[in-house]
């Protein structure tokens, strides 16, 4: 079963935005924190940004600090990721993800992860 469901992803020119959504099935996410991680191509996967429970408490990467936002409703399964002046090695496949134990910060070796969408920023 499907847990995680994104969309959003695509082909956009340099310096352009794209908005990534994920929702969790019937709310079971909303007391977990949740994020976006990605995996460019020969690489491996790395945190972008995540999102307390609350909505109250981020965590970005230094590579996309100033550009993206994440967002969610406090208490909410859905999470969202504004990308702005997306430069080409922003390129990747992007994977929503929530942690099933904590509220403020998510490990991968629990999370439970969407099916991951691609992202593709042309130069």
Request: aromatic share 10%.
């Amino acid at each position: 079963q499907v847990q995680l469901e994104e969309s959003g992803g695509g082909l956009v020119q340099a310096g352009g935005s794209l908005r990534l959504s994920c929702t969790g099935f019937d709310g079971i996410f909303d007391s977990y924190a949740m994020g976006w991680f990605r995996q460019p191509p020969g690489k491996e996967r790395e945190l972008v940004a995540s999102i307390s429970w609350s909505g109250d408490y981020e965590i970005y990467s230094d590579s996309v600090k100033g550009r993206f936002v994440i967002s969610r409703e406090r208490g909410k399964s859905t999470v969202r990721l504004q990308m702005n002046s997306l430069k080409p090695e922003d390129t990747a496949i992007y994977y929503c993800a929530a942690d099933t134990q904590s509220g403020l910060a998510i490990d991968p070796r629990r999370a439970r992860w969407g099916q991951g969408t691609q992202v593709t920023v042309s130069s």
